[in-house]
């Protein structure tokens, strides 16, 4: 247990519709990172977010968005959403920077039908 | 842009064989490794970790290894278990603007009882 935790598991929805993940880092931890998995672009990197400030940007897309509240836990907004969408996304902390171990949950499993 | 290669898909050993898993990278300037494991269903579970001021790090049954000269990362995993079957990662922390870590495609290792 990495001390991540990502909800939901699941989430199935339609194209075009707006959904929400949510991670609750380890306890300490002040960066969050999101991430999307998908088979043919492997896990790549979309936002950090270091102690509510947003730190660091990947590859995001204009309709994806995220925030990291006073109590550390983060939140990945995705809208107006596409098949193309389909993928797992992961959140990872770290205690400080990218320069230390990340952690990951074990994410959400995004349907999009 | 950092380009992070595995030099095989699948690797497939007998229990008790050890297992050396390698990995490519491009920009010089890296300085932080990490090996992670991803189990299917699960995120990427991290590892060791290694920096650029060292050449070899150990751990349990574990051991990476940084040749900073032909930039390549290597795991060596001792006395292979099936339970050490899974899908690993290396990611290198890139420096452009901020620092973000690019993960590799990803090495299947199986392990046969």
């Known amino acids: 247990d990495s001390g991540v935790t990502q909800t939901p598991k699941h989430l199935i929805t339609a194209t075009g519709q707006r959904v929400t993940l949510r991670c609750s880092p380890r306890s300490g931890d002040l960066s969050v990172y999101w991430y999307q998995q998908s088979l043919d672009q492997g896990l790549q990197f979309l936002i950090q977010y270091y102690n509510g400030e947003e730190r660091a940007k990947g590859n995001i897309l204009e309709r994806f968005s995220a925030q990291q509240f006073p109590d550390l836990h983060s939140e990945l907004n995705l809208s107006s959403l596409e098949l193309g969408d389909s993928a797992l996304y992961f959140c990872?902390?770290?205690?400080?920077?990218?320069?230390?171990?990340?952690?990951f949950g074990d994410g959400t499993r995004l349907s999009i039908l | 842009g950092e380009s992070v290669g595995l030099h095989l898909p699948t690797l497939s050993v007998q229990e008790g064989d050890n297992s050396i898993i390698n990995c490519a990278y491009s920009?010089?300037?890296?300085?932080?490794f990490i090996w992670y494991k991803q189990e299917s269903g699960k995120g990427p579970q991290f590892i060791i970790d290694?920096?650029?001021?060292?050449d070899k790090r150990q751990g349990q049954r574990v051991t990476v290894l940084l040749n900073k000269t032909v930039k390549h990362l290597s795991l060596q995993i001792a006395a292979t278990q099936p339970g050490d079957s899974a899908v690993y990662f290396c990611?290198?922390?890139?420096?452009?603007?901020?620092?973000?870590?690019?993960f590799g495609k990803g090495t299947m290792l199986l392990v046969s009882p």
């Open positions: 920009n010089s300037a890296s300085d932080y």
């Open positions: 990611a290198v922390l890139v420096h452009s603007g901020y620092s973000t870590l690019t």
């Open positions: 290694i920096r650029s001021n060292m």
């Open positions: 990872a902390s770290s205690v400080e920077d990218s320069n230390q171990p990340q952690h």
